[in-house]
């Protein structure tokens, strides 16, 4: 299971998040494991069937102002009610003032307790994509991710077949390479892939016979990108005759990464083909597909169809002409 310390969480997001930590230590009793946060209001009331402590705790205006309205001895009820369970981390928003007794507590149960003055939906809302990128299911493929027309075609093949070489041509024709030889892939919400590339690498490419290029450095900014989504695959494999090669475009192969399918195009390689021109009429049709809603070859199908229709229903009318 993924986990993420309420120390790391305090250390990535400090600034932005506006963060001021309360309690003495950062060191948690429970890392954090899920991306999900919780309001413990009814906790705080005395409900506690359906109270979530894997999560981070909020407490907002609505916690404080109910607290506010008890008794000294009820609110140290309500917080030792809620300290029975444990904790990852518990972040107040508003810049509100918390009972002294609950930051006590914390410090005695190992409940780190962090302060923002970002109001409690914006500061819920920022958290909960800091997370869902932490939590966020990964995978290291080999090959090269370049943007083509707008469209992520991630070249996939065995080493040396050309995949370098092939992004390296697209950069130079005006594409923008995002990763080479090791891209990270990241499954987000929607079924969405994010390729990116090596922090130690960047934008560096290897090319056999010349070495180690830097991409920016030899055709500009405007020749990269950090990020991207994969939408296609291209597959570079030497060309054999044993082996069926789709030619008409009927049926979509499909792969999958992560659970996501997405579209698989199977590439052979020969002698003098133009491997580039044909990357960027893939992704051309690609966005034709998913834009326009048009598929040529299914067009051309229904045409072929909609013709011998015709044809056959003139041969029987000529038959039936007796006049």
Known sequence: MQTLSTARLFEDQRQELQLEQLTESMASIREITVSDIHRPG???MGFVENFLPERIQILAQTELTYLATLTPEQVRAAIDRLFQFEMPLIVVCKGLEVPPYLVQRANQGQVPVLRTPQSTTPFIH???LYLDHMFAPQVTAHGSLVDVYGCGL?????SAIGKSETALDLVERGHRLVADDVVTITRRHGDVLIGSGNQLLRHHMEIRGLGIIDVQAIFGIRSIRLQKRVEVEVNLREWSADED??????DDRKTSILGVEIPLVQVPITPGKNITVIAEVIALNYLIKVTGGYSPAERLN???IEIMKRKSAARSWVREDTE
């Open 154 to 158: 991630l070249f996939t093949g065995r």
């Open 245 to 250: 090669y789709e030619r008409v475009g009927l």
């Open 126 to 128: 920022s958290l909960t």
């Open 302 to 304: 229904q045409h072929l």
């Open 42 to 44: 009814m906790a705080l």
